[in-house]
C-alpha cells in the first residue's frame, strides 16, 4: 500500500487495534506501518513529530529514517 500523506498514515495507526497498549501510538506502530507500506521518507519524519516525538524527528533526516526504523524494531 502506497501512503503519502500524514492524513493517510494518521487514518491507518487510528484504525489499527493494538493489543497490551494504553492506545497511545508510539513509535514502534510508527515504525511497523513504515515497514508493511510504501510510505516517503518525509511523511514519515512529519508523522512522527505529529505525535509529538519532536525530538526524534529533529534529530532524524530523510536518509536516517530507514535505519531508525531497524533500530526501533530489532533493538539494533
Same mark, same amino acid.
Given at each position: 500500500?502506497?501512503?503519502? *500523506?500524514?492524513?493517510?498514515?494518521?487514518? %491507518?495507526? /487510528? #484504525? =489499527?487495534? #493494538?493489543? +497490551?497498549? /494504553? +492506545?497511545? %501510538?508510539?513509535?514502534? !506502530? %510508527?515504525?511497523?506501518?513504515? $515497514? =508493511?507500506?510504501?510510505? @516517503?521518507?518525509?511523511?514519515?519524519?512529519?508523522? %512522527? $513529530?505529529?505525535? !509529538?516525538?519532536?525530538?526524534?524527528?529533529? *534529530?532524524?533526516? @530523510? *536518509?536516517?529514517? /530507514?535505519?531508525?526504523?531497524?533500530?526501533?524494531?530489532?533493538?539494533?
Amino acid at each position: 500500500m502506497k501512503i503519502n *500523506s500524514v492524513k493517510e498514515y494518521v487514518k %491507518i495507526l /487510528n #484504525r =489499527w487495534k #493494538r493489543n +497490551g497498549t /494504553n +492506545g497511545k %501510538i508510539n513509535l514502534q !506502530d %510508527i515504525s511497523l506501518v513504515y $515497514a =508493511w507500506n510504501y510510505v @516517503p521518507e518525509q511523511v514519515v519524519l512529519d508523522v %512522527i $513529530a505529529h505525535y !509529538d516525538y519532536v525530538d526524534v524527528s529533529n *534529530s532524524l533526516t @530523510p *536518509s536516517d529514517v /530507514n535505519e531508525w526504523k531497524n533500530k526501533v524494531l530489532f533493538k539494533n
